[in-house]
């Protein structure tokens, strides 16, 4: 039963809002580029290629058709290949896996942290082998994984580092920007992303011009000039344009990104009242999230879900089969009760609504639903009889 009176529709994430704030500008950029007709690697890309490389404070920025190319193109950049191993989490988007697949490489998975949900920096060295070659952490919901500790091993073991960043644009770790501090990072333009293109898009970011080079050489069939060719490489380019959408979505993503952080601190201040039932995402003492996603543990998961839709709430599941558990990744030979923590996570894992124009009344909503399913389950309420 919906006690709440006067109940509001919240969805997951309302991209509609945030064009139709956008859309003359939007409009005119796109106009641009059918006129120039320079629909591939026009201007644009090279001029957002420059602007998200100034934001993510590296030295070079090289746009790609998606996160998951950027990740593969990233890797391929290093050498890693078939025979190689590269390090991962079980608790990310499938796409971490798949692009250290596509090289050829292994994927070798480890727990997370049950605190910030990220790699389980104590893991790593076990999972290292002759083979290994890189660590690929993933910077989940938002918040940078524990970069120091993994760069401390990688140098150590002589691995390269690629961030999977795809879902933390502009969060930071002791200051830096994520992207900024591994040998080269990945990041998405997903509509959804914190930064969204109207379509597929991702990037790759670095401070070594030699991997930057290579990049674009790869994601345009192996070629600078025309019809001669270096390497076999690929079609992985940035469309024009969703470069030029891009470039006017930037400058707005400090002000989203500040308007998540806004959202989460509400979040957390209202749910703090079902403490316990409700566990609260926790932002370590080196991040700054930028909340990709604010995503909760309950047990019951299912019933609050379901409850919280007939409410009108949208909600997600971040993800509810763990990488290991794939039924695309069984030839990795991993069973169930290998990451204990990644497979209790899976059941119990909540993503509330959150983009940036979300706005306190609607939060206030969400909280409330959550409240009134409380009530609804309380021990108290069960044991009496139904009426
Ligand atoms: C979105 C995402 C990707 C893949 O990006 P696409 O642009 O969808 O290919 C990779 N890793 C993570 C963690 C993601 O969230």
């Known amino acids: 039963m919906n006690t709440n009176g006067h109940s509001r529709q919240v969805p997951f994430v309302d991209l509609a809002v945030q064009h139709q704030a956008l859309e003359t500008e939007i409009n005119e950029v796109i106009s641009k580029v059918l006129h120039r007709t320079n629909f591939i690697l026009g201007d644009d890309v090279a001029l957002f290629e420059q602007e ?33 191993e590269v390090i991962t989490v079980a608790n990310t988007f499938i796409a971490s896996a798949l692009a250290i697949s596509y090289t050829g490489a292994t994927p070798v998975l480890v727990d997370i942290d049950p605190q910030t949900y990220n790699m389980d920096v104590s893991l790593i060295e076990s999972a290292i082998t002759p083979r290994t070659k890189a660590i690929l952490p993933v910077h989940l919901y938002g918040q940078p994984a524990d970069m120091d500790a993994i760069l401390e091993i990688a140098n150590q073991y002589e691995l390269v580092v690629i961030e999977d960043a795809c879902q933390a644009h502009g969060a930071r770790y002791k200051g830096k920007r994520a992207g900024s501090i591994g040998h080269a990072a990945a990041f998405s333009f997903y509509p959804a992303k914190n930064l969204g293109a109207c379509g597929d898009g991702g990037i790759v970011v670095t401070n070594d011009a030699q991997t930057a080079q290579s990049i674009r050489l790869m994601r345009n069939y192996g070629s600078t000039k025309k019809y001669e060719h270096m390497v076999q490489g690929f079609n992985r380019r940035l469309d024009t344009i969703q470069a030029a959408i891009l470039r006017v979505k930037l400058r707005e993503l400090e002000n989203w990104n500040q308007a998540r952080r806004r959202h989460a601190a509400l979040y957390n201040q209202l749910l703090s009242d079902f403490d316990g039932s409700i566990i609260l995402p926790t932002e370590a003492d080196f991040a700054e999230s930028v909340y990709h996603l604010f995503v909760v543990r309950t047990d019951d998961r299912e019933a609050l879900q379901a409850y919280l839709q007939q409410a009108g709430i949208s909600t997600g599941i971040h993800y509810p089969i763990p990488v290991h558990l794939q039924p695309a990744y ?10 204990p923590i990644t497979e209790r996570y899976a059941e119990q894992i909540l993503s509330l609504p959150m983009y940036p124009e979300l706005t306190p009344d609607l939060i206030e909503a969400v909280v409330k639903a959550v409240g009134n399913y409380m009530i609804a389950h309380s021990p108290i309420n069960a044991s009496q009889p139904s009426v």
């Open 52 to 84: 998200f490389a100034d934001f993510c404070e590296t030295g070079y920025a090289v746009g790609a058709d998606s996160g998951t190319s950027a990740l593969e193109l990233a890797l391929r950049a290093y050498g890693i290949g078939p025979g190689d």
């Open 330 to 339: 069984q030839n990795l030979g991993y069973q169930k009760g290998d990451f």
